[in-house]
């Protein structure tokens, strides 16, 4: 409640910091796909009146994360089968494109982070640690497109990023492919470090192309 209360004494308004964090829930699967929003128990949770909330949940509703429907409220909106797959097809494309350009356009300084990165997520998939699983994972794919010194790219992938984000939570918590996953993000990283660059995108494509078919042969759990 002190968090809501100290940030409204601010310039920004309740209800954008309500909406960002009912957001964030929703994202991060705090708030599971299916969930009912009721008003008065997410105010009460948050410390704030109704009206910021519902405002937030109007917001969510036209980003798609909510569905309002009559006589039954808001709930959390699922994520399909079929929705996951549009997100790796796109990622697909312009994350083996990064990897390419990653070959020949990454810093000494980047590398030498992408290794660190790359070396923790190893050890958050060995110890089955999800919040630094999701962390590292993220981090891994997002210097990649830093380094590719492209604001074009880097700003397609970052409209992705929510998305992926929900979705990361999801996989992780449902998909027994994550022993693979640091085997194939040294595979990428190899690739990047000795500068080849066509074995770079096709490494990135094959990883996302496994997750896609573990995707679409296996499905998924939500709630």
Do not use: W
Request: one cysteine or more; glycine letters at 6%; a negative charge.
């Amino acid at each position: 409640m002190a968090y809501f209360e100290m940030e409204a004494g601010g310039h920004r308004p309740l209800r954008e910091i309500v909406y960002e964090e009912l957001k964030m829930q929703i994202l991060t699967g705090k708030i599971a796909p299916g969930t009912r929003m009721m008003e008065v128990e997410l105010a009460e949770s948050l410390g704030v009146s109704r009206t910021p909330v519902r405002e937030a949940i109007r917001k969510l509703e036209k980003e798609g994360l909510v569905i309002i429907e009559p006589r039954k409220g808001a709930h959390a909106a699922q994520i399909s089968v079929k929705d996951m797959v549009e997100i790796l097809e796109v990622r697909q494309d312009m994350e083996g494109l990064a990897a390419c350009l990653a070959s020949y356009r990454m810093k000494p300084q980047q590398l030498k982070k992408l290794e660190e990165i790359s070396e923790k997520y190893e050890k958050a998939i060995a110890e089955g640690n999800l919040s630094d699983m999701i962390e590292y994972d993220s981090a891994f794919h997002n210097l990649i497109v830093e380094s590719c010194d492209n604001n074009i790219l880097l700003m397609l992938i970052n409209q992705l990023q929510e998305l992926m984000l929900r979705f990361r939570y999801l996989y992780y918590d449902n998909f027994d492919r994550s022993g693979k996953m640091p085997e194939e993000h040294r595979v990428i990283l190899d690739a990047i470090r000795e500068g080849r660059a066509n074995e770079a995108r096709a490494a990135a494509d094959a990883h996302i192309e496994r997750l896609k078919a573990g995707v679409i042969n296996d499905g998924f759990r939500q709630g």
